[in-house]
């Protein structure tokens, strides 16, 4: 059992930048691949990026590609994303979650998620 629980989300000014944080808990943390997915109020889930095993290996959704980064530190049990030149698309309710498996954009082959952060991007 995995508990995930994020924080860092707020309201900023398009072109702001915000650093979400999801800590991990209950289980050791370094031998799953961990991702950020978003979801807009009446949207599905929609994957914005993931990390693999080791944090050598990255993977970003073309929409946030060069303005996103991912990056975990196991010593602590936490994944970042760090968002950088934000849009009002953005906007969204940032979910972490946790798996053994491969790095995947699909939703429902991860294992655990945490409840959700908000962010929200002003025009």
């Known amino acids: 059992q995995v508990q995930l629980v994020e924080s860092g989300g707020g309201l900023v000014q398009a072109g702001g930048s915000l650093r979400l944080s999801c800590a991990a808990s209950?289980?050791?943390?370094?031998?799953?691949?961990m991702a950020w997915f978003r979801q807009a109020p009446g949207k599905g889930r929609e994957f914005v990026a993931a990390i693999n095993w080791s944090g050598i290996s990255t993977y970003y959704a073309d929409s946030v590609k060069g303005r996103f980064t991912i990056s975990r530190d196991n010593a602590k049990n936490t994944v970042y994303l760090q968002m950088n030149s934000l849009k009002p698309e953005d906007t969204a309710v940032y979910s972490c979650t946790a798996g053994k498996i491969y790095p995947t954009v699909v939703a429902g082959l991860y294992d655990y998620w945490g409840q959700g952060t908000q962010v929200t991007v002003s025009s």
């Open positions: 209950g289980r050791t943390f370094s031998s799953y691949v």
